[in-house]
Structure formats: structure tokens, C-alpha cells
């Protein structure tokens, strides 16, 4: 059975999606692919992992780094889930570009080169924002371009983790 919850957090609402021991989703009420790996059979329920979420959540909006990772459920492609864990090593307050995701995936996955698009495409999907810091992800010549969410969140998420913004150029998408 899949569960959900609904967070409030300073830049809206946030509906989290779960099973009884790992969070299988995580989106701004809203945004650009909502609830897409949601099961249509789901009820509401406050779950331990919701708790631990929500202390996750808690101490993010605070302007802190988490010191530990809620379980994760990533069920996708092997290509979104390698892209997926390769943003999970992108550290608080930085950034990477969708070019250097790109040559690491390539190298994971023992090809000479893959697309940034592709990967553009695969960070697009992630279930899991800001917990998969998606919006770390920025564009080539310090272009500040796309994020699910919108543009004003990922800003402001780049903010709460301290993150100079000004150095790019933001791009509408």
C-alpha cells in the first residue's frame, strides 16, 4: 500500500508519498510532474517515515545540512536511477552541472559520452526533490535553468543552503 502526508513548508505545500518503511515521493503541491510515480490506490497516513522526513525537512528549512537520509524507494530506469544517485552526492549549498552529470554517468556506465539533455531529462523526473537535491543541478556557462518546481523555489532553495545565485544567469523554462 502506498501512503501519503502533506508537509507545509516555507515555500508551500509539500505532498510526501510512502510505504511503510522508505518515501517513494516528494513534491511541491503543483509542480511539474506531481505525484507521476504515485499509486492511484494510496490513502493519508502519518508514518514513521513520514516523522523522519519531516525532522529532514525541519532542519533543511532551518538553512541546515541534514546529517542523514530519510529511506529512499527509486524505483525508475537503471539510467534515472544512476543520474539520481549521482545528485545525491551533490554536497549542501553546491552545484553541478548537467555536463559534469553527464560525464559521470558515461563513466559509470562505460560509454564515452552521454547526453546532458538526457540527463536534463532524468533530473526532470526525480520523485524525490530536495531530499534528491535536483535543484543543484544547473546549466553550463552559469545558466540557472529549470527546475519542476519552478524557477522562484529553486532560487530560494539555492538560498537556504547559502548558495551565491547571483553568479548565474537565470533562464525561464
Known amino acids: 500500500m502506498t501512503y501519503i502526508y502533506h508537509y507545509d513548508s516555507p515555500l508551500g505545500d509539500i505532498t510526501l508519498s510512502g510505504n511503510e ?3 517513494t515521493g516528494l513534491w511541491f503541491d503543483g509542480q511539474k510532474y506531481f505525484a507521476d510515480t504515485l499509486s492511484h490506490e494510496h490513502e493519508e497516513k502519518y508514518l514513521p517515515i513520514f516523522e523522519l522526513t519531516c525532522h529532514w525537512l525541519d532542519i533543511y528549512f532551518s538553512g541546515t545540512a541534514p546529517d542523514f537520509t530519510p529511506p ?13 544517485e549521482i545528485l545525491l552526492t551533490i554536497p549542501f549549498g553546491k552545484t553541478m552541472t548537467y555536463g559534469e552529470i553527464a560525464k559521470k554517468t558515461a563513466k559509470e556506465n562505460g560509454l564515452i559520452n552521454m547526453s546532458a539533455q ?3 531529462g532524468a533530473v526532470g523526473h526525480n520523485p524525490i526533490s530536495i531530499i534528491i537535491p535536483c535543484h543543484r543541478v544547473v546549466g553550463a556557462n552559469g545558466h540557472l535553468t529549470g527546475y519542476a518546481g519552478g524557477m522562484e523555489k529553486k532560487i530560494r532553495l539555492l538560498e ?4 551565491i545565485i547571483n553568479q548565474y544567469k537565470i533562464i525561464n523554462q
Do not use: D, M, N, Q
Request: proline share 4%.
Open 118 to 120: 538526457a540527463v536534463g
Open 72 to 84: 529512499l524507494c527509486i524505483k525508475t530506469t537503471p539510467f534515472r536511477k544512476s543520474v539520481w
Open 160 to 163: 537556504i543552503e547559502k548558495h
Open 21 to 23: 518503511t522508505e518515501l
